[in-house]
T-cell receptor
Framework: DVKVTQSSRYLVKRTGEKVFLECVQD?????MFWYRQDPGLGLRLIYF???????EKGDIPEGYSVSREKKERFSLILESASTNQTSMYLC?????????????FGPGTRLTVL | GDSVTQMEGPVTLSEEAFLTINCTYT??????LFWYVQYPGEGLQLLLK?????DKGSNKGFEATYRKETTSFHLEKGSVQVSDSAVYFC????????????FGAGTRLAVHP
């Protein structure tokens, strides 16, 4: 089974802190994604990566950056956390060229910025 | 741009009731359509999908038919169970490749005995 793991289930940070959210997948997937999930807004794409060291902005990249140094790991970075970044963050991965087109999700990290 | 609109929740049903969750979309071309489900405390998982017009996706008693003429992909189940309580997301594959998905806002379903 594909497994996507996220480094923390719950995280509390203070305004202005630098925050790292880590995601690891174990199925050699090329594509990886970071979303934030907010009530009434569904999932919104922050960034995605289609290969090592490659990244593309999603719909709401402002205030975030990403890093993909290894194929299995995709990190989301909040350079200076703000209260409006309090949210649930979900990581996902998918296989390039798969007829299934399925994205596999991690369990999420609930981040609170005080 | 591409978008997905779902009926607002929460939807509250008794066990064995019929379920419909409406989903309509706006998109360039003819994207693949998906329903994902999120059980409490978990990430999303694919429930079903359809890749072209008139396709019917089905899984675990749930069904949805890709209707090009009405740009819809409504989720149905004939008899819900308490274990179906979850948040359901409709999604489409965005234009431009890379398997990017655009999600609806999600619909929370609560089934009581």
């Amino acid at each position: 089974d594909v497994k996507v793991t996220q480094s923390s289930r719950y995280l509390v940070k203070r305004t202005g802190e630098k925050v790292f959210l880590e995601c690891v997948q174990d199925m050699d997937h090329e594509n990886m994604f970071w979303y934030r999930q907010d009530p009434g807004l569904g999932l919104r794409l922050i960034y995605f990566s289609y290969d090592v060291k490659m990244k593309e902005k999603g719909d709401i990249p402002e205030g975030y950056s990403v890093s993909r140094e290894k194929k299995e790991r995709f990190s989301l970075i909040l350079e200076s956390a703000s209260t409006n970044q309090t949210s649930m963050y979900l990581c996902a991965s998918s296989l390039v060229g798969s007829s299934d087109d399925e994205q596999f999700f991690g369990p999420g990290t609930r981040l609170t910025v005080l | 741009g591409d978008s997905v609109t779902q009926m607002e929740g929460p939807v509250t049903l008794s066990e064995e009731a019929f379920l419909t969750i409406n989903c309509t979309y706006t998109a360039t071309g003819y994207p693949s359509l998906f329903w994902y489900v999120q059980y409490p405390g978990e990430g999303l998982q694919l429930l079903l999908k359809a890749t072209k017009a008139d396709d019917k996706g089905s899984n675990k008693g749930f069904e949805a038919t890709y209707r090009k003429e009405t740009t819809s992909f409504h989720l149905e189940k004939g008899s819900v169970q308490v274990s179906d309580s979850a948040v359901y997301f409709c999604a489409l594959e965005a234009w431009g490749g890379y398997n990017k998905l655009i999600f609806g806002a999600g619909t929370r379903l609560a089934v009581h005995p």
